[in-house]
């Protein structure tokens, strides 16, 4: 029921916008809007068909996100994020998800940009305001599971009976009496816990209210919502499931290629000594990363279970930690670090054509301990045969021959 009533709020939602639209279409699109965000990338094929078979020949106009893409954008190159086409449909999907549920979940594992997803498009929203198309969001973070439940919600002291009021109702209360039309986002990021999720009932459902113990009673109004940013809801009910929208995200989907291209511009601005060399490092990373990633999937067994996206991450950390000597431009730091005990020198920072070599010998190093550095002995042995073959068959560059 409370499936239906969303996509009844929607279809009028959208009949307001387009009052002459025919009813077909409307609730195709409204279909659309609130189920489509909590499928799996494999299922929406599926949930696509159904609908071509409930409403044949009808197509749907593509929604008009001109001046919210443009937003979007912009804030997106500010933060180094790419906006990719995967990354734009979850931020609309999580927008037209707010206009009809006062509680959702943004469910999906790490480095599917759940959190930049929500963070992009409060600001973009807020970037509109300028131009009266939308309201300024303000954002009211918390992580549930680092404080007790007498301290979220609030609690009684054991000797004088006080009360004390917790930070989910400071927060909520403070949103609550705010009478300006500026959205406000309480956002719950952490683990769901079957404990204090089940106390969340009343708010998510059709009463928005937030019974405390102390018997106060908080009405939320129609500018809050109620966002969850979890991994998965293996410990939620069906009570709470139900009562809030689904969007999934999946790191799949996203890929890592926007990491690596985000993490070279930023090479760009920190490591000025080595920016000659990033057209070198990106076609590394093209030519490796990938077919390594899929033999240690395939081929190798993991000690400890890792995501792809994970260990493309890890191997950029680990080569940036290993390029500190390019940091600030030689002369400065550089120099400070070829320090001197007793007149010998203990480093000094390569140059001219040893840097290639260098560059390239830190980035094998890297790779090896990243990608291959999860899997067990007899995987590290296929890892190691494999990496020299597809060194030697390739023949990238003379250089890697240093590197093996």
């Known amino acids: 029921m409370r499936a239906v009533i969303s996509v009844l709020r929607a279809a009028g939602a959208v009949k307001q ?29 599926l949930f696509e068909g159904i609908l071509t078979d409930l409403f044949p020949g009808v197509s749907l106009p ?28 979850k931020i609309f999907q999580l927008y037209e ?31 509109m305001n300028k131009e009266g198309l939308e309201e300024i969001t303000r954002c009211f973070v918390i992580n549930p599971k680092s404080i007790y439940i007498g301290q979220l919600y609030g609690q009684f002291d054991p000797v004088s009976h006080e009360w004390t009021d917790g930070v ?27 404990v204090w999720i089940e106390n969340m009932n009343t708010v998510l459902d059709d009463n928005k209210k937030l019974c405390l113990m102390s018997g106060e009673i908080v009405q939320m109004t129609m500018q809050m919502n109620l966002i969850f940013e979890v991994q998965d809801l293996a410990v939620a009910s069906p009570a709470t499931v139900s009562r809030c929208g689904m969007v999934y995200v999946e790191p799949s989907q996203i890929g890592w290629w926007p990491l690596i291209t985000s993490w070279l511009r930023r090479m760009k601005e920190n490591f000025p000594g080595i920016v000659a060399a990033l057209p ?23 000690l400890i279970p890792t995501a792809a996206i994970n260990l493309a991450q890890s191997l950029l950390n680990l080569y940036e930690s290993m390029l500190d000597e390019f940091r600030i431009p030689t002369g400065t730091r550089a120099s400070q670090r070829a320090s001197q005990i007793g007149g010998i020198v203990l480093f000094t920072p390569p140059t001219g054509s040893d840097v290639d070599i260098w560059i390239q010998c830190l ?40 590197a093996c």
């Open 17 to 45: 916008k387009f009052p002459e639209e025919k009813e077909d279409v409307l609730m195709l699109r409204s279909l659309k809007d609130v189920n489509l965000p909590k499928f799996l990338a494999h299922d929406i094929p």
């Open 62 to 89: 593509k929604p008009d996100y001109k001046k919210m893409t443009i937003a979007i954008e912009a804030n997106c190159v500010v933060c180094n994020i790419q906006p990719t086409e995967v990354f734009m449909e």
């Open 97 to 127: 998800m707010i206009l009809v549920r006062h509680g959702l979940m943004l469910v999906g594992y790490s480095y599917g940009a759940k959190t930049e997803a929500y963070r992009i498009l409060a600001a973009a929203l807020s970037d």
């Open 168 to 194: 989910l109702a400071k927060w909520f209360r403070i949103a609550a009496v705010d009478t300006t039309p500026d959205r406000k986002w309480i956002i719950f990021d952490g683990p769901v816990d079957a």
């Open 280 to 302: 070198m490092i990106e076609s590394l990373l093209t030519w490796l990363i990938t077919p390594c990633i899929d033999f240690v999937k395939k081929h190798c067994r993991e």
């Open 363 to 402: 980035f094998t190093m890297a790779l090896v301990w990243t990608v291959g550095g999860s899997i067990d002995s007899e995987g590290r042995h296929k890892f190691n045969i494999f990496l020299r073959r597809y060194y030697i068959q390739r023949k990238y560059v003379s250089h890697l021959k240093y």
